[in-house]
């Protein structure tokens, strides 16, 4: 028996685990010097593990059958680096056979800061191509995989070649940044043709943890308070204090995106906000269909609107929550089709047993919106 049992669950969460020359053996060699270096990664663990690992394409056999001989009991085994498949996608091929999923996002774990915050344009798009390059080749090996590729949309003519590269690799959505891309609004029209072929090739766009930053600014760490500590650095990557803000930037992606109209527009584009939790997204819904109430008259596009803030969300987004939040809860404040199941593996974050956690805050829910969150929701988000 598998991890998921006899359900059909997809993930719409996990990484894989880069080594060191994750961005560099998949770049032009003109720009190899040139581009964001993973040899800094300094966290607690993960960076000792990323150099011990340095040049190796799996585990050994023998830790690869200690880790098959935990069966069902995968997700309680190691994490990052040392977890089944963290850096080889036959061995994440044997990983879900073990847990059960029937298809699985694939995310990288340290590239995103790295690229969308490197301020030399070229290097950006360069390193953001060999990260989709180097992602194509993990997930290939095990077609229940679905690769995240990067697209910055800064530069609109370097993000189509950068996306059109990314589509014929077949990766399966589109991770961008929070960002207003190049100074402008992602609802600018300089937009509309990259949002109009995602829609027509049914891959989404995604708004993920690295889309911006995840620290709150340092001002607001300065407590006064000599050597307090703080989880920062650490294997939960960030503190107590960047949990409480971490979903905002998406969450104005996003209202900005309605407000000015691209999900109107492409009525088809479907865009997923992942591992940055749910429990704002009700109240956000509500506060966008009361902008569109109030301000139509002053802001006359926003009367031509033919769905409200609310059904453009149920129809062509969908949110991750965490384990922590009662996903129950936040389908009676919404509705059910905006959630989604996701198990973080290989992270830490993910937790031991990520199923019984979300049964139980969905135990009072119907049978459907139980399958919707596990599958359903997922379906009509990758197509």
Known sequence: ?????????????????????????????????????????????????????????????????????LGDNLTRGPKWHAALGAFNGVERGIALDLLGFHQQVVFSSFCATKIFGTTDPQAMYAAAAAHNRSMAEFCACDERLIG????????????????????????????????????????????DTF?????????????????????????????????????????????????TVIFQAAQRFISVMVL??????????????????????????????????????????????????SAQFRDQLRFTPYPFENVGQLMSESCPELYLFSSDYPHAEGGRD????????LEQRSANDQLLFYEGNFRTLYG
């Open 195 to 243: 949002w109009r072929k995602l829609s027509e090739h049914q891959v989404p766009f995604i708004q993920h943890v690295g889309s911006s930053n995840l620290s709150i600014p340092d001002p607001w760490m300065n407590d006064g308070i000599e050597d307090r500590q703080s989880a920062r650095g650490g294997a939960e990557v960030i503190g107590s204090k960047d949990l």
């Open 1 to 69: 028996m598998s991890y998921a049992g006899r359900r059909v669950m997809c993930d719409a969460d996990s990484h894989l685990m880069e080594l060191p020359d994750f961005l560099a053996r998949n770049v032009e060699s003109s720009m190899r010097a040139e581009i964001p270096s993973l040899e800094d990664i300094r966290l607690a663990d993960v960076g000792t593990q990323m150099r011990e690992l340095q040049g190796a394409r799996g585990h050994s056999q023998a830790t690869v059958n200690q880790l098959v001989a």
């Open 148 to 191: 995240v590729g990067m697209v910055p949309l800064d530069d609109t003519e370097r993000a189509h070649q950068l996306l059109d590269e990314a589509l014929a690799l077949g990766l399966g959505a589109m991770w961008i940044p929070s960002r207003a891309p190049g100074g402008r609004s992602p609802g600018h029209p300089d937009h």
């Open 260 to 309: 000015d109209g691209v999900f109107e527009r492409f009525p088809d584009l479907k865009g997923g906000v992942i591992e940055l939790g749910a429990g704002w997204v009700p109240d956000t819904i509500r506060r966008l269909d009361h902008a569109v109430d109030i301000w139509a008259r002053s802001e006359p596009h926003l009367a031509e609107f033919e769905r409200k803030p």
């Open 354 to 361: 990520p199923i019984k956690r979300f049964d139980t805050a």
